[in-house]
């Protein structure tokens, strides 16, 4: 069974540029999740997907981040435009509508900001 | 006051020993307890998986909850090399739609050869 599939791995950006990472979860995972981890932290929830809809975006920095999920399958995270604190490894994950609740993370994507 | 409270380390401890990781926590809506371990840049991978108070044992590994103090271990016996890595406790509510999980910052183990 394929993982999570996240791109790109890395990336290194100006402030005020923009940039987007690219989520495919597992076949079948109808939960998609992003979270946002800073060096050193744990990692923080920024938004959760339901199918294509959104569940929990509370901690979303609205004003300058954007997510979708488009068929309810892969899912798109922007930052525009970037910050210095933007730096830090964005996770996706994914998980079954019911069960345990277990995450499956993909590598992540590590975000520089210059 | 976060959520969840872990000691970040980091803890060094020779191959062999036995390996205590705890976090508390102040949300009792918390039902759902969990340890992951991610390896220097890779992302978090699920270790041990605990529902409510009790004990869970997996090979070397045990999960410990006890909700009447907010506290959750993880004990690791004869520690491995292989062990070094970062441990994250987690965990979340009852709500299946809100599964997702809060995260500990995260303890730093080496354990040395």
């Known amino acids: 069974e394929a993982g999570v599939a996240q791109s790109p791995r890395y990336k290194i950006i100006e402030k005020r540029q923009s940039v987007a990472f690219w989520c495919n979860p597992i076949?079948?995972?109808?939960?998609l999740y992003w979270y946002q981890q800073i060096l050193g932290q744990g990692p923080k929830l920024l938004i959760q997907?339901?199918?294509?809809?959104?569940?929990?975006d509370s901690q979303l920095p609205k004003d300058r981040f954007s997510a979708e999920r488009l068929k309810g399958v892969d899912s798109t995270l922007k930052i525009q435009p970037a910050k210095l604190e933007d730096s830090a490894v964005y996770l996706c994950?994914?998980?079954?509508?019911?069960?345990?609740?277990?995450?499956?993370f993909g590598e992540g994507s590590r975000l520089t900001v210059l | 006051q976060k959520e969840v409270e872990q000691d970040p380390g980091p803890l060094s401890v020779p191959e062999g020993a036995i390996v205590s990781l705890n976090c508390t926590y102040s949300?009792?809506?918390?039902?759902?307890f969990m340890w992951y371990r991610q390896y220097s840049r890779k992302g978090p991978e699920l270790l041990m998986y605990?529902?409510?108070?009790g004990n869970k044992e997996d090979g070397r590994f045990t999960a410990q909850v006890d909700k009447s103090s907010k506290y959750i271990s993880l004990f690791i016996r004869d520690s491995q090399p292989s062990d070094s890595a970062t441990y994250l406790c987690?965990?979340?509510?009852?709500?299946?739609?809100?599964?997702?999980?809060?995260f500990g910052s995260g303890t730093r183990l080496q354990v040395q050869p």
């Open positions: 076949s079948g995972h109808a939960t």
């Open positions: 994950a994914s998980s079954l509508a019911s069960g345990t609740g277990e995450l499956f």
């Open positions: 997907f339901q199918n294509n809809g959104v569940v929990d």
């Open positions: 605990t529902y409510s108070s």
């Open positions: 987690a965990m979340s509510g009852k709500d299946t739609g809100r599964r997702a999980l809060t």
């Open positions: 949300n009792s809506a918390f039902q759902y």
